[in-house]
Every structure is written in C-alpha cells, then in structure tokens.
C-alpha cells in the first residue's frame, strides 16, 4: 500500500483495485497543490464494492478519498462514500471541498447536494475572479459535550501531554459535526508546535471511543485559531486540514457560548507538518450547522 509522508501503513491492497477506475488528486482548503490536505476524488464509483472502494483509498494514500456511487447530475445531487486507507468515515470535509470543486469544475460553480452516510450535505461553489472555485459546505448539526476524565486521561497518556499543557479557559469537549473529534485546546502555540504522540496507543483511544480526529486547537484570538489533528484510525500520522473537525469545532464554539453573533472564524492547520491549510467556518448561534469554506485545486 503506498501512503503520503504522513502516513503509517504497509498493508499493499493494489491488487484488489479495479482497472479502468478513474482517480483525481486535489489538495483542498489552499489554492498551492503543495499545501492544503490531499484527497482523492472518483467520479464513478457506481461499479465498486466497499472492499474495491478501500482498496483504491489505500492505493491513493491519501487521508481519505471520496467516491460517488450514483446520483443525478440534472439535478446535482449525488450520493458519496468516504474511505481512509483503512476504513470507511461517515463523512470527510476536505475531501467533500475536492469534490465540490471537481464536479463544480465539470457542471460549473452553484449549489450541489451530497448525500452521505452521516447526512444530507449542502454544497455551494463559486468562482473568483481568477476562475479558482471556491466551496461552502454545511455540515450536519454540530453538537459538543464535556469529555469524561476517563477519555481525557486516556487521550492525554497517548499523546504525552500533562494537564498543565491545556488552555483552561477552554475546556477539553468531544465534539461533532458528522463524526465524532475530541478537542483540547493547547495553552500555548509552542507545545502546538510539539506533536511527538504514541501513534498505536491514540489509536486504540480513538477507536475505544469512536473519534475520527484529535482536534489540537490554540487559540489566538477570538476570531482566529491554529489546529493539528492526529489521525492515527485512518492510517495517517496527522491530517493537513480537517473540514470535519472543522465543523464540530463550530459545535464546540457554540457550546460553549463563544460565539453570541454569527460571524466567521478562520483556522489554520497543517502550518507545522509544512502544508498549510486555511479554513474559514461561519457560526450562527441560531443554527447548529457550521458552514466549512476553502479553496481546492488539482494536484498535477
């Protein structure tokens, strides 16, 4: 199996991959394709099986790879599955903002609807005046609760963090927005900076828990955070940037009363992994649904 840089696996299911299958590489939430989370994008996936779909994922590499098993292009609407290299995820941001934007690159920009195991999802794509396509999706209901001591002692152990390194203004919450994100927030940039965490031991909490992501957030002003997200279940060391912790964070926010106004938070990600990755979220105190925005361009 071949994986990125960031990638953890030895696994090869190339020969399980169909012939014939159609795959596009996009970096999403960055208009460089040096930057930005990769995924992959099949188009017409309506011939695969969850085992070919794994298969290809694994192929790929990528943090997660998206596939359209049907849909009605007439009315742009279009069932979609999501596939780490090691399992199938109810839903994936960036690689839904890869695919928003192929189609959108194919049909032109406007509003399409994916249909996704975790939910009806909105998209709407526009074009600059560059002609780069820029993508909004709005996330299921997002929803966030106080982490029990137990999943914080677990997560901190694996991740070689002390009580001490969080921010206790903000405090540690398991967030969701489609998938399930346990959020601390680090009480500094520099221990951010820091990540050197057992990648077996998170994984086995991760998935004792059902959390797609760790959601490592600091904060540097209201309006502006910075975020790692290990990755450990899907393969992956660390992923560059997370659409659906995204959303959940968008949860996360609300709950705990940051956000009294709609308004928009920026979030950057993949900054120390050298991917940089920039996502904006639109928070109503009024609507549990966050809005994920970001660009996506092809990798050549």
């Known amino acids: 199996m ?7 696996s030895d696994v090869d299911d190339r020969a399980a991959r169909p012939t014939g299958t159609e795959i596009l590489r996009y970096s999403a939430f960055t208009p460089d394709p040096a930057g930005g989370n990769p995924a992959g994008v099949v188009l017409d996936a309506s011939g695969l099986d969850a085992t070919a779909m794994r298969a290809v994922a694994a192929e790929v590499g990528y943090s997660e790879t ?6 009605d292009e007439g009315a742009r609407r279009f069932r979609v599955r999501y596939f780490s290299p090691l399992a199938e995820v109810a839903f994936c941001g960036h690689a839904t903002v890869a695919l928003a934007v192929a189609l959108a690159e194919r049909l032109g920009p406007g509003g399409i609807v994916l249909d996704t195991p975790a939910g009806e999802i909105p998209v709407s ?3 600059d005046g560059a002609g780069a396509v820029r993508a909004t999706l709005t996330s299921v ?3 966030s609760r106080p982490a029990l001591a137990t999943e914080l002692d677990a997560a901190l152990g694996a991740l070689g963090w002390a009580p001490d390194d969080l921010d206790p203004a903000l405090p540690p919450h398991v967030a969701f927005g489609g998938n399930d994100h346990l959020v601390l927030a680090s009480a500094s940039r520099a221990r951010l900076a820091r990540l050197d965490y057992d990648f077996d031991a998170l994984a086995e909490v991760m998935g004792r828990h059902g959390w797609t992501t760790v959601d490592l957030v600091w904060r540097e002003s209201p309006e502006r955070f910075h975020a790692r997200n290990p990755f450990p279940v899907g393969g992956v060391v660390e992923d560059p940037a997370t659409g659906a912790a995204a959303a959940a964070f968008g949860g996360y926010l609300r709950a ?3 956000v009294t106004r709609p308004g928009t938070v920026a979030i950057r990600q ?8 920039d996502l904006l979220i639109d928070v109503d105190p009024l609507d549990p649904r966050t809005r994920v925005t970001g660009q996506a361009v092809p990798i050549p």
Not at 2 to 8: A, F, M, P, S
Not at 66 to 71: C, D, N, P, R, S
Not at 270 to 277: C, I, L, T, V
Request: charged share 20%; hydrophobic share 30%.
């Open 2 to 8: 071949t994986t990125d840089v960031t990638g953890k």
């Open 66 to 71: 998206a596939f359209v098993t049907g849909g």
């Open 125 to 127: 794509t526009a074009t």
């Open 141 to 143: 209901p997002a929803r």
């Open 256 to 258: 705990l009363g940051l």
């Open 270 to 277: 993949g900054e120390d992994m050298g991917r940089p990755s």
